[in-house]
């Protein structure tokens, strides 16, 4: 028997979480005020065919205690023991049509044989069809003072509204972390399983309040009687908490020594889409506590969104490591909460066209410095990628050719000179490459900036970014002027 089911719930008392669902059905049973239709709501793992077993069980317990079964009388030994044919559990999935709604209707007309209600269990209620639910209908209105039908469901949008206004309803939460770990100490000690802390820790986060779920993947990691945290990372091929932690901490400081991290992951086969989500969760946990401190936090929101959309695309990917990457790259393309800034490779410095095409290096006006750091042939491609993303129209330039500065594109003004006066006050390759990519146009006091891209735009509407947008403006005599990003 897997541990799951040995150590389900038998009775209230034991049943994880839910304290107020279960008093409150205690309490019903005490007091003798049951309804015929109950439906129990929730995400898996939560405890409602469990609570539901519980409940059949103890409404018709002949000694039940303040609504709990006593465990000892002859319908409850007779429940564990699987004999009463009056507690009848039907799975949905499997019995979605028409007619076997109507045998339960008709058979639900016969009194119980030797229980005072008979009930009915339907699990993933859900999953009936349009006709079964307008054949349940009816009975769920006026149940027979005999039968008592309790509905289970995971995906309750699902669940017509007429069956919902005929049901009490009751929603299971998530059960929180300190419920789960102490279920699985309580389980490891009556096993005798030793499991380390961080062990523990593991599968309470991976469960996601999910007791089921949690008890499972505990007994999945037993072995020889020990669950270690070593054991963990070479089978789930999960990372070590201190290298999410750090690669969490370069990635918000726009560190491109990421992206080797990224490879060091591939090339040793963990479990790229688990790295990213313990990076999500820790990046998150870090946010919420910044946030009660008063830190600005627009950085950590900023990769925060970028990651979770990521994360969702990589489910549906041909090659998660290419999305993780993609995402990672646009993060470190984005703008530094720092003015101060490294100088950027010249793989990724502003570009035309000219960038797309193999072997053209993008002239710079600025002299190289004398001793440059070599990039990493697999940093070269993904640089690569950076520059398809910031990509213009313009055309291209040979090489050792000194494109020419953009005409003014209205009026007056200088938009070659508005560029280099953004880059003077931020030293952003981002921000630049957008604007290059970008039809800027002038009228009267309204500066309009129309971005090609949707990573140019998300860049360039950034709060931080408007600001250094206005100093560049006021840097050349241009005051009082409003910024329209479209």
């Known amino acids: 028997m897997s541990l799951y089911l040995k150590y389900r719930p038998q009775d209230f008392e034991s049943l994880v979480g839910q304290g107020f669902i279960k008093d409150t059905l205690k309490k019903a049973i005490a007091d ?43 319908v409850c030994t007779g429940f564990h023991e699987n004999k009463l044919i009056d507690i009848i559990e039907i799975d949905a999935a499997s019995h979605t049509g028409v007619d076997n709604i109507r045998e339960i209707i008709e058979k639900a007309q016969f009194q119980p044989t030797k229980t005072q209600y008979k009930i009915y269990i339907i699990d993933e209620v859900h999953m009936l069809s349009k006709g079964a639910f307008n054949a349940l209908l009816k009975i769920l209105e006026e149940p027979p003072e005999h039968v008592k039908f309790i509905l289970a469901t995971t995906e309750i949008h699902k669940v017509p509204e007429t069956i919902l206004s005929r049901c009490q309803r009751y929603d299971f939460r998530n059960h929180t972390a300190e ?25 309470t986060k991976t469960s996601n309040g999910g007791l089921r779920d949690a008890i499972s993947l505990f007994e999945q990691l037993i072995v020889d009687g020990n669950i270690s945290y070593a054991h963990i990372e070479e089978t789930l091929g999960v990372s070590k908490q201190e290298h999410i932690s750090q690669f969490a901490d370069k990635l918000i400081a726009s560190d491109e020594s990421t992206l080797k991290d990224i490879a060091s992951l591939e090339s040793s086969w963990k ?53 993780f990457r993609i995402g990672v790259l646009k993060i470190l393309s984005s703008y530094n909460p720092t ?26 006006t600025e002299k190289p410095p ?15 990628e ?5 990509a213009t129209d313009e055309p291209a330039f040979e090489s050792g050719e000194t494109p020419k500065p953009s005409p003014p594109q209205t009026g007056d003004f200088d938009t070659e000179g508005f560029i280099t006066a953004v880059k003077a006050v931020w030293a952003k390759a981002a921000i630049t490459m957008s604007l290059r990519g970008s039809d800027i146009s002038l009228d009267g006091n309204n500066l309009t900036i129309k971005a090609k891209t949707k990573v140019a735009f998300a860049s360039l509407e950034n709060p931080e970014a408007q ?17 329209k990003i479209s």
């Open 32 to 74: 003798k005020k049951t309804v015929g239709a109950y439906l129990f709501t929730g995400p898996r793992g939560t405890g409602k065919t469990s609570t539901a077993r519980i409940f059949a069980k103890a409404i018709n317990c002949t000694n039940n205690t303040d609504g709990n079964p006593c465990m000892k009388c002859d």
């Open 179 to 203: 419920d789960t770990r102490a279920r699985l100490s309580y389980i490891a000690a009556e096993e005798s399983v030793n499991i380390d802390g961080e062990s523990l820790e593991y599968i």
């Open 271 to 323: 479990d790229i889409q688990l790295f990213f989500h313990d990076v999500l969760i820790y990046i998150g946990a870090k946010t919420g506590e910044q946030l009660t401190i008063g830190k600005d936090i627009q950085r950590e929101l900023f990769v925060l969104d970028t990651l979770h959309d990521t994360y969702t695309k990589a489910k549906h990917s041909f090659d998660q490591y290419l999305t």
């Open 339 to 364: 003015t101060s800034a490294q100088p950027v490779p010249a793989k990724i410095a502003p570009t035309t066209q000219a960038l797309k095409a193999e072997k053209i290096e993008a002239p710079t």
């Open 370 to 384: 004398v001793e440059e750091t070599p990039v990493v042939e697999q940093e070269e491609s993904l640089f690569t």
């Open 386 to 390: 950076v520059q398809d993303i910031f």
């Open 467 to 483: 600001e250094f947008l206005h100093k560049a403006l006021q840097s050349i005599n241009k005051t009082d002027i409003s910024i």
